[in-house]
């Protein structure tokens, strides 16, 4: 059977993409030859209501060799205005220092640029 590897959900046979992340799937051996990891060795670094937010953050993390993972219990076929729930953003224990002060150096030189916007 297919799982996302984002989500860790698993799929009936014939679904390729998942409908909850857009994350392509995986058959469940591919994701055993890597290394096994509890939900332990995942911690919280960074929380928003908006999807994209932690989408973006999450591509910048990996992309400074940070591996993250996006926990999102938004409902996307509820057809409700609003935001109806946090997503989380979590980082193995090993890399949470390095993941909050990225986190924390890019939100600083968000600010920062949209304060000179404003001047």
Not at 10 to 34: R, S
Request: glycine share 6%.
């Amino acid at each position: 059977m297919p799982i996302c590897p984002n989500c860790n959900y698993e799929y009936v046979d014939g679904i390729m993409i998942c409908p909850d992340c857009n994350t392509a799937l995986a058959e469940a051996d591919e994701l055993n030859k890597f290394e096994e990891l509890s939900e332990d060795d995942w911690v919280l670094v960074y929380t928003s209501f908006y999807e994209f937010d932690v989408d973006m953050l999450k591509g910048n993390l990996e992309g400074a060799g940070i591996s993250a993972s996006k926990l999102s219990q938004k409902d996307h076929n509820f057809p409700a205005p609003g935001d109806l729930s946090v997503v989380k953003l979590m980082v193995k224990k090993n890399d949470f220092q390095a993941a909050l002060s990225f986190i924390q150096n890019l939100k600083q030189k968000e600010s920062e640029s949209g304060d000179d916007e404003s001047e």
